[in-house]
Every structure is written in structure tokens, then in C-alpha cells.
């Protein structure tokens, strides 16, 4: 089981950036594939991006290819989620969610909402026009 407690968000202007933090409490981070949901007011949650367990792949949605990327640091149990040219459309309550692997798995980047069992409280990114 794991905890995760995402920071970072706030107001930022069209074309800035922010770098959200999610810290990872519990069992082994290294068997956690990790992921970045978001959700606007009145729209489904939807994906945004996620890195394997081994870190080695990555798989972000068409909407923030170029602009976000995500790492993560085994050291500090924690994934990042750099965001950059931040467009008012990307205003949404961003939700870290995590999928244990305990046996391969290793490539795996999940998409879906409903294939991660564990998920933050979410942090509030707002970006001005």
C-alpha cells in the first residue's frame, strides 16, 4: 500500500510554469508504475501523463506532449511533473495515482483510470489568461 501527497500547484499566467511534487509513502516505490491525472470542474478525469516503474518509459497524452514532462527520483520516493507553456486550458485539479507492479510490468505506463488502485488528494492548478 502507498500514500501519495501531491504539492506544487497554484496560479500561474498563460505561459508560465510550475512543477508539481508527489511524495510516495509505504511500500516499495521501485514497483509502482506513477501518473498524472487531471480534472476540470464539470469534465471527467482524464490522463495526462505516466513513467514506468523502471523509469525508462514515459507516455503523456497529445494535449501536453512538448510542454510537460515527468521524472521521477527513487531516492525520494517522489515524481515530478514539470509543466511548461501552461495554457488556461490546462486549469484542472491534477491528481497523482500510482499502480503497483510486483512481478514484471517494468515498461508498463497504464492510462487509465480504473488500472490505478492508489491516488492523491490532488493540487489546484489555475492558469490566467
Known amino acids: 500500500q502507498v500514500l501519495l501527497v501531491e504539492s506544487g500547484g497554484g496560479l500561474v499566467q498563460a505561459g508560465g510554469s510550475l512543477r508539481l511534487s508527489c511524495g510516495a509513502s509505504g511500500d516499495s516505490f521501485s514497483s509502482y508504475a506513477m501518473a498524472w491525472f487531471r480534472q476540470a470542474s464539470g469534465k471527467e478525469r482524464e490522463f495526462v501523463v505516466a513513467?514506468?516503474?523502471?523509469?525508462?518509459?514515459?507516455r503523456y497524452a497529445d494535449s501536453v506532449k512538448g510542454r510537460f514532462t515527468i521524472s521521477r527520483d527513487y531516492a525520494k520516493n517522489t515524481v515530478y511533473l514539470q509543466m511548461n507553456s501552461l495554457q488556461p486550458e490546462d486549469t484542472a485539479l491534477y491528481y497523482c495515482?500510482?499502480?503497483?507492479?510486483?512481478?514484471?510490468?517494468?515498461?508498463?505506463?497504464?492510462?487509465?483510470?480504473?488500472?490505478?488502485?492508489?491516488w492523491g488528494q490532488g493540487t489546484q492548478v489555475t492558469v490566467s489568461s
Open positions: 513513467i514506468s516503474r523502471s523509469g525508462v518509459s514515459t
Open positions: 495515482a500510482a499502480v503497483q507492479f510486483k512481478f514484471g510490468g517494468v515498461y508498463s505506463t497504464p492510462f487509465r483510470t480504473d488500472e490505478y488502485d492508489y
